[in-house]
């Protein structure tokens, strides 16, 4: 069995260990600095095996070098922003956790896999992908696929079809800065624009842009995590079994799209190799430049890292 290492055993953590489980994608180490919340939602989960039957097995720890040996680690620790707290500090904050975590899977697990789920996500998949000073190709971000089952969702809705016959493409950074390509995004091949009016669209392209505030105004305690778990693990899921899909992700880019050194939503295939290839599409000049603008975004936060030019 593969092992899989969660870090960060909150609500989005503890969701990915129990899908990860379920799905058998292989053993899973939940870790925490929480060290009883990590070891007792483990034991919760390897409880509910008997019943679920699933079999793999689930262990908590406190201690972070307990990523020793993972294939794939899921990184889930960090702070969610709390009322007064700025951005920046936000930021900040989860900087500090991602190093020290990104430290520790260089030293304890070189060989792994990363898929990030802290936010500010590019951000911080970045800063990961620096301090560990892993190719590429194994530390990848995860939001599109999130967003994009997001919009996934809300146009199945409204067209009335089934959610199994929509696919959707999004590009660029988390949020409030997500592009999504309507061109790409069809019902069984038929693109969207021939079911939805155009002014109808944009609002459902608004709503998820918002997707996540509008499950924080709702939960009013804390943020979305079914849905971004079961993304993560999709991902997780792909480069586990080789399976090649191709998903939007955050990617390191190097000259694709015209841009250099950041992290970015993009289409790309997830096999054993980690992100394998990054697909490259034509865009409009409306979608190029929303695309700039999101790249931006996510270039203000590296810079706020304050991180010593790159070497590589
Ligand atoms: N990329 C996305 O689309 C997306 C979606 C949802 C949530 N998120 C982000 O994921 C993160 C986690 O969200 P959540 O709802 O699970 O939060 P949460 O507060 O429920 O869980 C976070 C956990 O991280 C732990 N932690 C803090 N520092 C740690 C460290 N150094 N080592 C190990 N564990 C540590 C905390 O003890 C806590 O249990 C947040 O940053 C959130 O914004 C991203």
Do not use: C, W
């Not at 190029?288 to 790249?295: P, V, W």
Request: hydrophobic letters at 45%.
């Amino acid at each position: 069995m593969p092992k899989i290492s969660v870090v960060g055993a909150g609500n989005v953590g503890a969701s990915a260990a129990l899908y990860a489980a379920e799905a058998e994608l292989g053993d899973v180490m939940l870790v925490d600095i929480m060290e009883g919340v990590a070891k007792g939602k483990a034991l919760d989960l390897l409880e509910a095996g008997p019943i679920r039957g699933y079999d793999a097995h689930v262990e908590g720890s406190g201690d972070i070098r307990a990523v020793a040996g993972s294939d794939l680690i899921i990184v889930t620790a960090g702070l969610p922003r709390k009322p007064g707290m700025s951005r920046l500090d936000l930021l900040k904050a989860n900087a500090d956790i991602i190093r020290g975590v990104a430290e520790a899977i260089r030293d304890h697990a070189p060989k792994a896999i990363v898929i990030t789920v802290t936010n500010p996500l590019d951000v911080m998949t970045y800063l990961l992908y620096r301090i560990t000073g892993f190719p590429r190709e194994r530390v990848i971000g995860m939001a599109g696929v999130l967003d994009s089952s997001r919009f996934r969702t809300f146009l199945a809705d409204e067209i009335g079809v089934s959610v199994e016959d929509v696919q959707a493409m999004v590009l660029g950074g988390h949020g409030d800065t997500m592009v999504p390509l309507l061109r790409y995004s069809t019902v069984s091949g038929i693109p969207v624009e021939r079911f939805i009016p155009a002014e109808r669209l944009a609002e459902i392209v608004q709503r998820t842009r918002d997707g996540g505030a509008e499950i924080v105004k709702l939960l009013q305690t804390g943020s979305a995590f079914y849905a971004p778990a079961a993304s993560a693990v999709q991902m997780a899921e792909s480069i586990l079994r080789d399976k090649k899909r191709l998903l939007p992700v955050a990617a390191y880019l190097d000259g694709e799209y015209g841009l250099r050194d950041l992290y970015l939503g993009v289409p790309a295939i997830l096999g054993s190799g980690g992100m394998e290839t990054i697909v490259q599409l034509e865009l409009s000049p409306e979608e190029k430049s929303a695309l700039a603008r999101s790249a931006e975004e996510v270039r203000k936060g590296i810079s706020d890292l304050a991180l010593e030019p790159a070497t590589r």
